[in-house]
């Protein structure tokens, strides 16, 4: 999506761009928005202002210089709303600012879109000149940002604007140049080039091809955004049809322009739309709407005295006040457009008005000073239709004379009649014939009278046959523009259609994404409650749903009992359903497996209505399906009639589909929970059971040894005592019983010691396991203890345990699922790590962290964990010893006692190059743990 928005774009896009804009991240948003404002300120001009509010609001979160592109780009957004809307302020000198920041910026484009609102300021001010010098500009600027769509179409403006002060000068610079437009150029590109080929045959008075032009080009302006040209060009082709001898399509065009240029509020265009109606009006005689419509033009004009269509507006007023015997008031408005700079082409006519004035006025000499001076200016301008106007009214004002001995009527009237054979088509040439004749009878001259008025019959016949001819092209191109019209609004019918097809599809793709997230949201629970919970919030965002109740089906599957239930966010008291209740539609729905969109009685007659609940109008019936399997029914209700249409009922039936897997999850859950509780339970007294027999077996040394010395000092002492009592006794015997006696109890002292460190070891071991109760304990001592009891399956499969613990280190928590932790590792490493081989190390070592934890590692020198299996290691039940003594509890639950219980956190360090080494790290001091009972709900909340 670029950043640097067109000049003009179609409809089309700028949909596309509206849709596209809230997905897209938040600094990519302002710059969108404000491309959007951009191309919405003709379109809708409002909207397009509160747009760069919200763009504005975004540039914080731009880079620097995208941000100055962007606040540049705004601004020059909210000068052209301002001149659409006549609003006046300080512009000019606001845009020049503009461009010149842009241009410090290098950004030859917005440096080109400025010059092209500058030039849009000039010209409503009146400045031609101005306008067409800030054109140049701009297709200089945009040549200098390579940008071939904008320099073609200002330079389209610029040929133009430029026909207006010149039209000889713009045709031999351009010529045709815009006749053929390129076919990679743009739509809107491609409009404007339509649009000028047409005011370019207006002007060289070709007027079929100019009414074609506009009709061609009216619509494409719609679409690509350039409203107020198109406002423009219907009031253009209004005028064309009327020059065509067809005022009722004049009028019929010019209302359709006023009318798109009031929806959009725009002064200017609403009063150029009504200099031309009011023109047209006066032309047809219908001289009070005529002044009506004039007069408010002129008066939203004279905001811009100097503009041209302010100017335009005061000769249409003169003429008017002629046409009603005004002279006075028409003298004043001609005297008033002379005083006006920068409109030397309505000069001309302002100085034939003023002469026609001062000749009802009765004040010929200034009259006919006004005439010669028009006269002078007709010659050298080569104005020829205003020249034959000028001599007729000259002939006029002589006649009004009174004895005109010196022929100067007549020779006025002579010297028009020869301008006239210059000139291919002129309106007025029988009534100068007629004229001319008369003026020769008075003179005397029969025969040249005779002749001319016989010209003046030809020239009535082909005036008549000439406005046939133009009354039937109008015919035909009133068709052409209407069935343009007709295709258009076809067109324009199929677009909407699509719109609002598209639209349809975005509102239930952006419902299908929020349900998709509402699924999520259902199915990550795995308690019915917190499910129950999650369909009370969304049900009634999504739906019209005063009323909506869940149902489970029995265990036995003969009948439905209310799980959950809300009306008006109250609780529904709780109730069952038999499944063959005949009058249910729940029990319906559950028997036939269906959904039901159900309409009931308004008077509540229904039998399925419940006594005492909301009056139901329209309901929705469900069954919770999991494949085949029926796991229940949910219904909505609504005391609207007619409440749930098709996208209604996609959205309950995706709803009903995510709730049933979360309620079927929930449900699975629940027994996964008792099958996994009795498990542990096991676990536990294997645990205690392998811990008992290990401490059994390494009692059975000391306590064997004891027992051995003891029986051998008893038989020494029976053969001492038996050689004293028959005085056979000899000193060295005695000796050798003594010392033999000190070795031996010696030696039973050291085995019963040893027994009783293992039985309190053992004791210590088995109460924390069994209790689960939290102590200050010293992590070395705890851990020696935990390894004494271990000592003798490690014996047994010739392993050892290194421990290097520092001394010192206190722990307040839980000693008992520490052991736990430890004895898995240990277990775990035997089993998993070792296998068959024997005499593997195991190592236990410790140290303290910053921020009161410590990190224990316990790492062996086994075969290591599969890289496929190490992202498993701690799922319940996840083992590569199954059938074979593996559980697949053991991780699981020492990570859960780790992370939940103790604190701390159990991990996998996978950077070790040989063997396995868990990461065990714990706070000093375990979190405060607070009895909790889980509540399971299946009733009302």
């Known amino acids: 999506m670029s ?33 959007l404002a951009w191309h919405q300120r003709e379109r809708n001009s409002a909207w397009a202002l509160q747009l760069a509010e919200l763009a504005e609001q975004g540039l914080q979160n731009l880079p620097e210089d995208q941000a100055l592109r962007t606040a540049l780009r705004l601004q020059l957004t909210r000068i052209d709303v301002r001149r659409l809307r006549n609003e006046p302020a300080a512009d000019q000198a606001l845009a020049l600012s503009i461009r010149q920041a842009a241009e410090l910026a290098a950004d030859w484009t917005i440096c080109a879109d400025t010059c092209w609102v500058l030039s849009q300021l000039a010209s409503g001010n009146g400045d031609m000149p101005g306008c067409c010098a800030w054109l140049e500009q701009g297709v200089e600027d945009a040549g200098r940002a390579q940008d071939k769509t904008r320099c073609w179409t200002l330079e389209c403006f610029l040929a133009r604007y430029t026909g207006l002060l010149d039209r000889q000068g713009a045709e031999q610079r351009w010529g045709d140049s815009f006749g053929k437009c390129d076919p990679d150029l743009p739509a809107p590109a491609r409009a404007i080039s339509q649009l000028y080929q047409a005011y370019r045959a207006l002007r060289a008075g070709r007027l079929s091809e100019a009414a074609q032009g506009f009709s061609t080009c009216i619509e494409a302006l719609l679409q690509s955004g350039y409203i107020r040209e198109a406002i423009a060009a219907q009031a253009n082709l209004g005028a064309t049809f009327n020059d065509l001898n067809d005022p009722d399509a004049a009028l019929k065009w010019m209302e359709i322009g006023l009318d798109l240029a009031r929806a959009h509020g725009w002064p200017s265009s609403i009063a150029v739309c009504q200099m031309q109606l009011g023109e047209t009006l006066r032309l047809v005689g219908r001289l009070d709407l005529a002044e009506e419509q004039l007069s408010a033009a002129r008066n939203c004009f004279s905001t811009w005295p100097s503009s041209r269509n302010y100017a335009v507006s005061l ?18 408005l001609f005297t008033e457009l002379q005083a006006l700079a920068g ?130 092209e109008s015919i035909q191109l009133r068709n052409l523009s209407e069935s343009a019209r007709a295709q258009a609004e076809h067109l324009q019918q199929l677009a909407e259609a699509e719109r609002q097809k598209a639209a349809l599809m975005q509102r239930n793709n952006a419902t299908l994404e929020k349900l998709g997230l509402i699924g999520q949201q259902l199915t990550r629970h795995l308690d019915m409650a917190s499910v129950f919970a999650a369909l009370s919030r969304h049900i009634p965002a999504l739906l019209d749903a005063r009323a909506f109740e869940v149902y489970l089906l029995d265990e036995d599957g003969q009948g439905l009992q209310s799980m959950f239930g809300l009306e008006d966010g109250e609780p529904i008291p709780a109730s069952h359903i038999a499944l063959d209740a005949p009058s249910s539609n729940a029990a319906r729905c559950a028997r036939e497996r269906t959904e039901l969109s159900i309409q009931l009685a308004p008077d509540g007659s229904d039998p399925s209505q419940v006594p005492g609940t909301m009056r139901t109008l329209s309901a929705l019936f469900a069954p919770l399906l999991i494949g085949e399997r029926l796991l229940g029914v949910v219904t909505v209700q609504s005391p609207q009639a007619d409440a749930y249409g098709e996208h209604e009922r996609m959205v309950f039936r995706t709803l009903n ?56 000092l008893e038989q020494r002492t029976v053969e001492v005592e038996r050689a004293a009592v028959s005085k056979v006794l000899r000193r060295s015997e005695l000796e050798s019983y003594f010392s033999e006696a000190k070795a031996m109890t010696r030696l039973i002292t050291l085995g019963l010691e040893n027994a009783a460190r293992l039985i309190g070891s053992f004791k210590q071991v088995a109460v924390d396991r069994t209790a689960e109760q939290r102590r200050p304990f010293d992590l070395a001592l705890l851990c ?47 089993v998993h790590g070792f296998g068959e081989r024997r005499e593997g190390e195991m190592r236990l070592s410790a140290k303290l962290l910053l921020g009161e934890r410590v990190e224990l590692r316990f790492q062996d020198d086994g075969s290591g964990i599969n890289a496929a299996h190490a992202a498993r290691i701690f799922e319940p039940f996840f083992t590569t010893k199954f059938g074979q003594g593996g559980s697949g509890l053991g991780l699981s639950v020492s990570h859960n006692i780790a992370s939940s219980l103790l604190g701390g956190s159990l991990t996998l360090d996978g950077k070790v190059s040989t063997g396995t080494c868990f990461v065990l790290t714990l706070p000093l001091r375990a979190p405060q743990v607070e009895a909790e009972q889980a509540q399971e709900s299946g009733g009302q909340v």
């Open 3 to 35: 950043d640097t928005p067109a000049l003009y774009e179609l409809n089309s896009t700028v949909e596309a761009l509206a849709t596209a804009i809230p997905a897209l991240p938040k600094p990519e948003q302002a710059c969108q928005q404000a491309n």
């Open 315 to 332: 000769g249409y007023l003169g003429w008017l006040a002629l046409d009603r015997g005004q002279p006075q008031e028409a003298s004043a």
């Open 343 to 472: 409109v030397s082409d309505l000069q001309l006519t302002a100085q034939r008005g003023q002469s026609q004035a001062l000749l009802q006025l009765g004040q010929l000499a200034e009259a006919e000073q006004f005439a010669q001076l028009a006269l002078q200016h007709a010659c050298l301008h080569a104005a020829g239709e205003h020249e034959i106007e000028l001599r007729i009214l000259l002939a006029r004002i002589a006649q009004h004379r009174g004895a005109d001995t010196a022929g100067t009527s007549l020779h006025q009237l002579e010297l028009a009649h020869q301008r006239v054979q210059s000139i291919a088509v002129y309106k007025g040439r029988t009534e100068l014939l007629n004229a001319l004749a008369q003026a020769y009878a008075d003179a005397g001259r029969y025969r040249e009278a005779f002749e001319t008025s016989q010209l003046a019959a030809n020239a009535r016949a082909q005036s008549l046959s000439r406005e046939s001819a133009n009354r039937l």
């Open 657 to 712: 589909a995510y709730a049933a897997i979360a309620l079927d999850n929930a449900r699975a859950y629940r027994h996964l929970q008792l099958a996994q509780s009795q498990l542990l339970a096991q676990e536990k007294l294997a645990a205690l059971g392998a811990l008992v027999a290990g401490i059994a077996h390494e009692l059975n040394t000391p306590l064997g040894n004891s027992l051995l010395m003891a029986s051998t």
């Open 784 to 830: 020696e203890q935990v390894a004494a009891t271990m000592q003798a399956g490690m014996r047994k499969r010739g392993h050892r345990l290194v421990l290097d613990i520092p001394a010192d280190i206190l722990l307040d928590s839980f000693p008992g699922p520490f052991g736990q932790i430890l004895s898995n590792l240990i277990e775990n490493a035997m």
